[in-house]
T-cell receptor
């Protein structure tokens, strides 16, 4: 069965530190990959997505993620975090072109100290 | 503004009572979803519907029921058969185009069963 693993459940950083959140999935076929973010008190929203093409994708607010097919990974990065990046981050995967049902990771809670 | 409206935001009920959570969207999306979010467990799919008058069980459908009589509406009933109903419930919608998966979420409904 497909699954998504997010390695860090809780991350605490100081402002201006670099961020990398790990995401690995288990599925041998073609996949679509997503990162969603849930800011405190706000609705869950799409941060960035990968369908095909350049494996380095850029999203909103300076976030980027790199799809490494050989490692089944889609790690989220940001060179310099801000206090406003404090949020819960979810990685999600679906089977491209066939099953639109998303498989979700358990989430990573990021706290950025000012 | 287009979006998804969930109501109520907060709901308290006694054990043994059925509860219906409302979800309305004006995005003209064909697909709608109900998720349950519990701390440390990510998002778990309860039910989803890809067209009007049709819906499918998700991973944790037991104790829940839905209907999809109109494209805009996808209410969720939490029945007394649900053993642990206290949770945060999220409604989402998406297009049904191939190679998509972007979900648009409502702000959620927090149900507490006393």
């Amino acid at each position: 069965a497909q699954s998504v693993s997010q390695h860090n459940h809780h991350v605490i950083l100081s402002e201006a530190a670099s961020l990398e959140l790990g995401c690995n999935y288990s599925y041998g076929g073609t996949v679509n990959l997503f990162w969603y973010v849930q800011y405190p008190g706000q609705h869950l929203q799409l941060l960035l997505k990968y369908f095909s093409g350049d494996p380095l994708v850029k999203g909103i607010k300076g976030f980027e993620a790199e799809f490494i097919k050989s490692k089944f990974s889609f790690n989220l990065r940001k060179p310099s975090v801000q206090w406003s990046d404090t949020a819960e981050y979810f990685c999600a995967v679906n089977n491209a072109g066939n099953n639109r049902k998303l498989i979700w990771g358990l989430g990573t809670s990021l706290a950025v100290n000012p | 503004d287009g979006g998804i409206t969930q109501s109520p935001k907060y709901l308290f009920r006694k054990e043994g009572q059925n509860v219906t959570l409302s979800c309305e969207q004006n995005l003209n999306h064909d697909a709608m979803y109900w998720y349950r979010q519990d701390p440390g467990q990510g998002l778990r799919l309860i039910y989803y519907s890809q067209i009007v008058n049709d819906f499918q069980k998700g991973d944790i459908a037991e104790g829940y029921s839905v209907s999809r009589e109109k494209k805009e509406s996808f209410p969720l009933t939490v029945t007394s058969a649900q053993k642990n109903p206290t949770a945060f419930y999220l409604c989402a919608s998406s297009t049904t185009s191939v190679n998509t998966g972007e979900l648009f979420f409502g702000e959620g409904s927090r149900l507490t069963v006393l």
